[in-house]
C-alpha cells in the first residue's frame, strides 16, 4: 500500500526534474503582443542564451529581465519544437503591454539652480510607449542624482528623512498623464534657541552669532535692486558643502553644544525653509568653583602664557573657565592646527586644559597612475612629522591644482591613534590627454576692409600626457595679412632636478602697404621651484628680424632675462583671492649692425579681495620702461594683456604706466567668467602722462587648457576724449 503511493510520485518529480534540467539549444525568441515597445529593446534579455544549451532555468531568468523593465502587465511563454531539429527550441514570449503614456512632463517650481533641459534628458521614462513603473523610479533617481552631484541636498518619496533636504523630487501619475516634479527650497533664515539661563553665556554667543553665517534669502529680498542685478535666488538654495562648512565654523566654538536642528517652510513667494538650530551652554561646574588656576598640559607649539596667561588663583565660574578653553581653541585654530581638549584638575586644585596636538605620521599619494610622483611631490605642503595644520593642507590643494595635471585633488586624513594622522592625497589623472582646437575668428580691424579681420586658427596642446610633468602646444594662425606660429615646450623637475626647463620657437609674418616683415624667435628658460622666497628665473632668447619693401633690412637681438615671482593665487587662470609680485629685468644684446642695445624692466603687482564665494575686486598696477643705447628701437605699447581694454591705440613708447581694475563673478570650478572692468593707461617717452587713456566696460572669459584665456569684451572709452561707441577687443592669455 506504501510502495503503490510513492511510485507515483517519484514518477513525477522524475519528470519535473528532467523537463528543468535536460537541456537544449535554443534557436530564437520570439514576441507576441509588442505595440509600443521594440524587439531590439528587450535583445539584452535573452542574447546571451541564443545558440546556447540551455535548460528552463535560462528562461525563468529571461522572463525575470524583462518584468524588471516593468512595461508588461502579464508575460506567458511556451516552447516550439524546430522542426527536424530534435534538441532545438523557440521561446515564444506572450506580453501585454501597460497603457502607453501620452504626456511626460516636468515642473519646476523654485529658483531653477539646474537647467530645465538638462533635467529633461535624464527622463526614461518615453512618451507613446508602455507605462513602467520601474522607468517612473528610476527618472527620478536620475532627476536626484544630477542635483545630489552638483552638491545639493535631495529627497524623494522614498527617502526616509526629508527635513534637511532643500531640492524634493517626487512624481505624480494621472490616468497616462505623468508630471515629475521639482521643488527647490530658498534657505530664508536660520534662527538660534537659547536654552540658557547664564546672561554672560547669552551675550557672547550674540558676538558669535555675528560670525556665522550662510546666504539667506531674506537678506536677499532687502537688497538695493541694483545689488540684486549681480545676485540671484539660486545663490540662496544651499549645498551640502554650504551646510559643513556652516557647522564646522559652529563647533569651533566650546561655549555650547546643539541639542536639536529642524526646518520649517515659510510662506512667501518661492518655497522657501528656515534652520532652527537650538542651543544650550556646556556646563563644566554648575556653581562657581575655587581654582588654583587654569593650566595647560600636552601644549609644545605654544608656551602655557600664550595660551591662557598669566595663571590666576580665585573662584571661576562657568563661563570664565568656558572662555579660557576658547581662548586656546582660538589660538591653535587662528594657526591652522587642529587639536583636541580635554579637562582634568590635581590634588594642588588646578584645572589643567589637556592639549592633544595631531601629527602627521605618514602622506600617502594615491591615484596617479600615469603621473610620476616626484613630478608634484614637492607641491604637498604637509609632510610626515609635522602637526596637522589645515593651512598646509589648503595650500597643498590649490597648488595641485594650479598645476593643471589632474583632473581632480582630495585630501583626507585617517586617524591613527590618538594624536596622529595619516594624510591621504588622492589625485584623479585627466582623462583626456590632448586638446584641439579649430576654428574663425574676427576682431575689428583699423584703416582695413573689415574681412581683413578674419582669421583661422589651430592648436594642439597638452599637459602631462605621459606623466613626466610635460607640457607642449602648436599654434597657428592665418589671417589675409598675417601668420603666426608658434612651438612651445616645457618640463617640470627633468630627470628629478629641482627646477622646470622651458623652449619656445615662432614666425611671425606680416604684410602691410606693400612691407613684410618676417620675425623668427627661439628661447630656452629655466625657473627654480615654487619656494616660500619666491620663484627665480632666467631666459636667454634669439630673434631675427628681417623687413622688406623696396630694401632689405635684418636685425639680429639676444636677449637675457631674469625674473622673480612671488604669489599666493589661488587660481592661475582666474583668480579670486591672494596676491602677486613680479620683477623682471632684460638685457639686449646687437648680434648685427642693427641689432638692439638696450635694458627694460618691468614690475607687477595684483590683489585680489573676495567680497563673496563667486565676487573678487581684483586689482593691477604694470609699469615698464627701456633705456636705449642703439639699435633697433625697442618699445612698448598698450596692447595684448596690457591694455586699456576697449581703446585702441597703436602709439608706442619706451614708457608704459597701467592700472587695471575690476568686479569680477566667478562660480567655484568653473571655467567661465564675468568681470565690470575700469582701466587706466599711459604710454609715452618719459613720465609725463600728458596722454592718459581710460575706459571701463564689461568683460567674459573662456578658460582653455594651455593657452590661458580666451577673454572678449566691450568697453567705452572715457580719456583722452569721452566717445560713446563701444569697442570690442579681443585677447589671448592669461587675466591678472
Do not use: C
Not at 604684410?511 to 636667454?540: C, D, N, R
Not at 642703439?630 to 602709439?651: D, H, I, M, T, W
Request: aromatic letters at 14%; zero cysteines.
Amino acid at each position: 500500500m506504501r510502495k503503490t503511493a510513492v511510485l507515483p510520485i517519484l514518477t513525477v518529480l522524475f519528470v519535473f526534474i528532467s523537463i528543468t534540467l535536460h537541456g537544449f539549444v535554443l534557436k530564437d525568441v520570439k514576441f507576441e503582443g509588442l505595440k509600443t515597445i521594440q524587439k531590439n529593446e528587450l535583445t539584452y534579455a535573452y542574447s546571451a542564451y541564443i545558440g546556447k544549451d540551455i535548460n528552463m532555468y535560462a528562461i525563468e531568468d529571461i522572463v525575470s529581465q524583462l518584468e524588471e523593465l516593468g512595461y508588461f502587465e502579464d508575460i506567458q511563454y511556451v516552447l516550439e519544437d524546430v522542426p527536424g531539429k530534435e534538441n532545438e527550441k523557440i521561446l515564444l514570449i506572450k506580453v501585454v503591454e501597460n497603457e502607453p503614456v501620452s504626456q511626460v512632463s516636468l515642473e519646476i517650481t523654485g529658483p531653477g539652480i539646474i537647467a530645465k533641459e538638462t533635467l529633461q534628458g535624464s527622463i526614461t521614462l518615453q512618451e507613446g510607449k508602455a507605462f513602467s513603473f520601474e522607468k517612473f523610479w528610476e527618472s527620478i533617481n536620475n532627476i536626484a542624482k544630477i542635483y545630489t552631484d552638483n552638491g545639493y541636498i535631495v529627497a524623494t518619496p522614498k527617502s526616509q528623512d526629508k527635513t534637511f533636504a532643500f531640492v524634493y523630487i517626487s512624481g505624480r501619475i494621472d490616468g497616462s498623464n505623468v508630471l515629475f516634479k521639482v521643488t527647490e527650497y530658498v534657505l530664508y533664515d536660520v534662527k538660534f534657541e537659547i536654552q540658557s539661563n547664564d546672561e554672560q553665556f547669552k551675550s557672547e554667543f550674540q558676538n558669535i552669532e555675528k560670525q556665522l553665517s550662510l546666504p539667506k534669502y531674506k537678506d536677499y529680498e532687502v537688497k538695493a535692486p541694483l545689488l540684486r542685478i549681480f545676485d540671484s535666488p539660486k545663490n540662496y538654495v544651499p549645498t551640502l558643502q554650504k551646510f559643513q562648512e556652516f557647522f564646522q565654523n559652529l563647533s569651533k566654538y566650546v561655549y555650547f553644544k546643539v541639542i536639536d536642528i529642524s526646518t520649517f517652510e515659510e510662506e512667501i513667494d518661492i518655497p522657501a525653509k528656515s534652520l532652527v538650530i537650538t542651543l544650550t551652554d556646556n556646563t563644566i561646574v554648575n556653581q562657581p568653583a575655587q581654582l588654583k588656576g587654569i593650566r595647560t598640559k600636552g601644549n609644545t607649539i605654544f608656551s602655557e602664557r600664550e595660551l591662557v596667561g598669566e595663571v590666576k588663583e580665585g573662584t571661576y565660574t562657568n563661563f570664565e573657565i568656558l572662555k579660557t578653553i576658547q581662548k586656546v581653541k582660538d589660538k591653535y585654530d587662528k594657526s591652522g592646527y587642529i587639536v583636541n581638549l580635554n579637562l582634568e584638575t590635581d590634588k594642588e586644585g588646578y584645572l589643567y586644559i589637556v592639549v592633544s596636538e595631531t601629527k602627521v605620521r605618514n602622506v600617502k599619494i594615491t591615484g596617479n597612475e600615469r603621473t610620476k610622483t616626484y613630478v608634484f611631490d614637492d607641491l604637498i605642503a604637509v609632510k610626515p612629522g609635522d602637526y596637522l595644520n589645515r593651512n598646509q593642507l589648503q595650500v597643498t590643494y590649490i597648488e595641485l591644482k594650479k598645476s593643471n595635471f589632474f583632473k581632480d585633488v582630495n585630501l583626507n586624513f585617517e586617524p591613527v591613534d590618538n594624536d596622529s594622522v595619516d594624510i591621504v592625497v588622492n589625485v584623479l589623472e585627466k582623462d583626456k590627454k590632448f586638446d584641439f582646437q579649430g576654428g574663425i575668428t574676427w576682431g575689428p580691424v583699423k584703416d582695413k576692409p573689415w574681412y581683413e579681420g578674419f582669421a583661422g586658427i589651430l592648436s594642439l596642446s597638452s599637459t602631462n600626457p605621459f606623466g613626466y610633468g610635460e607640457n607642449f602646444s602648436i599654434s597657428l594662425q592665418k589671417a589675409l595679412s598675417t601668420t603666426n606660429l608658434s612651438l612651445n615646450f616645457g618640463i617640470r623637475k627633468p630627470f628629478e632636478m629641482p627646477l622646470s626647463v622651458s623652449s619656445s620657437i615662432s614666425f611671425n609674418q606680416e604684410t602691410q602697404e606693400g612691407t613684410t616683415t618676417t620675425k623668427w624667435s627661439t628661447s630656452a628658460g629655466i625657473s627654480t621651484l615654487k619656494m616660500p622666497i619666491g620663484q627665480f628665473s632666467l631666459t636667454a632668447n634669439y630673434s631675427e628680424t628681417t623687413t622688406s619693401s623696396t630694401t632689405t633690412l635684418t636685425t639680429k637681438t639676444l636677449a637675457l632675462t631674469g625674473s622673480y615671482v612671488y604669489e599666493t593665487l589661488d587660481n592661475l587662470y582666474v583668480p579670486m583671492k591672494g596676491y602677486s609680485f613680479t620683477f623682471s629685468g632684460t638685457k639686449y644684446f646687437p648680434l648685427s649692425e642693427q641689432g638692439s642695445d638696450a635694458v627694460s624692466y618691468f614690475t607687477e603687482a595684483t590683489y585680489h579681495l573676495p567680497l563673496s564665494e563667486t565676487v573678487s575686486l581684483a586689482s593691477r598696477i604694470y609699469n615698464a620702461q627701456v633705456f636705449q643705447t642703439a639699435g633697433a628701437p625697442v618699445n612698448f605699447s598698450l596692447a595684448g594683456p596690457y591694455q586699456v581694454r576697449g581703446v585702441k591705440s597703436e602709439e608706442k613708447g619706451t614708457v608704459l604706466v597701467l592700472n587695471n581694475n575690476e568686479i569680477r563673478f566667478k562660480e567655484p570650478d568653473q571655467i567661465f567668467y564675468f568681470s565690470i572692468f575700469y582701466d587706466l593707461g599711459f604710454i609715452g617717452q618719459a613720465y609725463t602722462f600728458d596722454n592718459l587713456k581710460s575706459s571701463a566696460g564689461v568683460e567674459l572669459g573662456l578658460v582653455l587648457p594651455m593657452f590661458g584665456l580666451v577673454r572678449f569684451g566691450v568697453g567705452l572709452q572715457i580719456l583722452p576724449t569721452f566717445s560713446p561707441n563701444f569697442n570690442t577687443y579681443f585677447i589671448f592669455g592669461q587675466t591678472f
